[in-house]
């Protein structure tokens, strides 16, 4: 990885992707990996990022996981490490956002962070988050069936989650080109996690140039909306595109996400869809749905076709009761990466559309992908990235989509083959 960086480590695909996508999109060449790579395993380009399945693990296990990542990041060469979570501060009382804070400084230094996007509408301001012109704690993610998120002061989330101090670098001391300075204080004064204020894009980019001037070490961390203050600030070169894979072929989109701007995708798609029902899963298998796949792929020819298991919060909470929360989100999970490899080994797909970072997760594992190449966007935050889909027959390159639940335009599934490879 010579020359790199910037060294990202996500807890989930889509948050990668959407980090990827800009900073590349910003003209840093750029990788993503997908799982802690092998010791052998190379980056390539200025910043590489790591892509886990750790959002709503066990902490412990989330906290190796990111540690063997930070680790391979600096065997590697990176200069900085990027802790990227998403920007509504997804993770309950538990963590995984303290904990995985806490080991990447245990040896020395301060986290800075900030989940502050602009473009996704994501902001901070005296500590509390939003989403839109409503506080994170007024916003459909009150409802996460996975991490509702009712505390809309992250100073307080996150203490709740991490053994060292945490402490506030407010707006005014952001604009005033006292960042730097404030930093150092902070940590002299014992403080280990700070949280930066950042309503726009100049705000973020303020914090960047900032960063220089910084004498206490540190590890970054935050949405994406820092990661692209960063590359703005030190761009280097034009990123390659994705690969480009044959014309023509079936499309598929998986939508598991429960959240209201996938829910709005999925009700305007035009196309043929095909809805999963955990409850019929749960008693009679798979074996019904995976036909009904392989008709509607069959009858739809090069128009592509849904499989959502995208429901509103009241049926989320019925299925939640009736086979568990961590029982039924596997269920699904399992169920639309079976659909995934189906589709890709047997079906003729070679462009999927994945809705939800859990289900992209899935997903991207049961195909056996390793590493994406980051090529155009099909929405802010939404690149289409291409990879080896090592565990199917014949190794195919197939062309992915992999989308954070609240992204994208409604008309996002049928607009976003625009732009695929």
Known sequence: MTGAWLGVIADDVTGACD?????????????????VPEPGDEGGGDCVVVALKTRTVDPADAVARSTA??????????????????STFDSTDRGNIG??????????????????????GRTQYLGHLFVGERLLSESPMRDHPLTPMRDSDLVAVLSRQTTGRVALVPLPVVRSGAAAAEIDAHFAAGARHLLVDAIDDADLDALAAALDDVRTPVVLGGGAGLALALARHRRSNSFPAAKPIPPGGARLILSGSASERTREQVAAFGGTTVRVDPLVLARDGDSALLAEVRASLAAAGEDPVLVSATADPGRVRSTQEALGVEAAAELLESTLARVAVL???????????VAGGETSGAAVAAL??????VGALAAPGVPWTTGTATAVPGTPTVALLLKSGNFGEPDLFDTAWRSAP
């Open 69 to 86: 990542a930070a680790a391979w990041l600096r065997s590697q060469g990176a200069e900085l490490i990027y802790q990227k979570y998403c």
């Open 368 to 373: 056996g992908l390793r590493r994406l190449a």
């Open 343 to 353: 589709a890709v080994a047997e079906l003729g797909v070679r462009r999927l559309l």
């Open 19 to 35: 980090l990827a996508g800009g900073v590349a999109e910003a003209g840093v060449p750029t990788s993503v990996h997908l799982g």
């Open 99 to 120: 904990p995985v804070a806490d080991a990447l400084v245990a040896d020395g230094g301060i986290t800075v962070g900030t989940p502050a996007t602009p473009a996704a």
